[in-house]
């Protein structure tokens, strides 16, 4: 079955960097665009970001342009997600998704990852 | 971008009536639209892709309808494990849009 699980919970300073992690298991993983999400306290949910992880081409939301960067390593089919320059604002449940299927949502999640940026 | 607007916000409701969430898309998004739901403290799971397409294991008491600019989410017969927050979200072109979501209570 499919699996994604992410990196543990992250407390960042102000101005730091956080680098989540999203193991995939149980389908191909180059074969699937894999989807950030982020989700404020209390909020709705965010599209953060997509990458291919067969090519490793992104495309990022206008909003995080210049702070997100979207990687992966297919050696051990893990997609990362790194947001820079955290503000307050940026504390989030952060989750990576996998579009099964062009167009039609996010049948896989991650469980979620809490950043807390505080100083 | 595509700009979602759901209503209501949030909704109380008894055990089997029917509930409906209506979603509105800024621009025809033919019928590339995905409705989740999300409990406190978990993921969101996807209920009905592309307008009216039930996921598989989803039981038959939701539904969704709509295509271009109006879309609708139906719950038959509401059950107590229905209480959920839930969110459409459009997906024709990037970047993908959610709505601001519908918390379903218990009335």
């Known amino acids: 079955q499919v699996q994604l699980v992410q990196s543990g919970a992250e407390v960042k300073k102000p101005g730091a960097s956080v680098k989540v992690s999203c193991k995939a298991s149980?389908?191909?993983?180059?074969?699937?665009?894999m989807h950030w999400v982020r989700q404020a306290p209390g909020q709705g949910l965010e599209w953060m970001g997509r990458?291919?992880?067969?090519?490793?081409?992104?495309n990022y939301a206008q909003k995080f342009q210049g702070r997100v960067t979207m990687t992966r390593d297919t050696s051990i089919s893990t997609a990362y997600m790194e947001l820079s320059r955290l503000r307050s604002d940026d504390t989030a449940v952060y989750y990576c998704?996998?579009?099964?299927?062009?167009?039609?949502?996010?049948?896989?999640w991650g469980q979620g990852t809490l950043v807390t940026v505080s100083s | 971008d595509i700009q979602m607007t759901q209503s209501p916000s949030s909704l109380s409701a008894s055990v089997g009536d029917r509930v409906t969430i209506t979603c509105q898309a800024s621009q025809d998004i033919s019928n590339y639209l995905n409705w989740y739901q999300q409990k406190p403290g978990k993921a969101p799971k996807l209920l009905i892709y592309d307008a009216s397409n039930l996921e598989t294991g989803v039981p038959s008491r939701f539904s969704g309808s709509g295509s271009g600019t109006d879309f609708t989410f139906t719950i038959s017969s509401l059950q107590p494990e229905d209480i959920a927050t839930y969110y459409c979200q459009q997906y024709d072109n990037l970047p993908p849009a959610f709505g601001q979501g519908t918390k379903l209570e218990i009335k």
């Open positions: 990458i291919n992880p067969n090519s490793g081409g992104t």
């Open positions: 149980g389908y191909t993983f180059t074969g699937y665009y």
């Open positions: 998704a996998r579009e099964a299927q062009p167009h039609s949502g996010y049948e896989d």
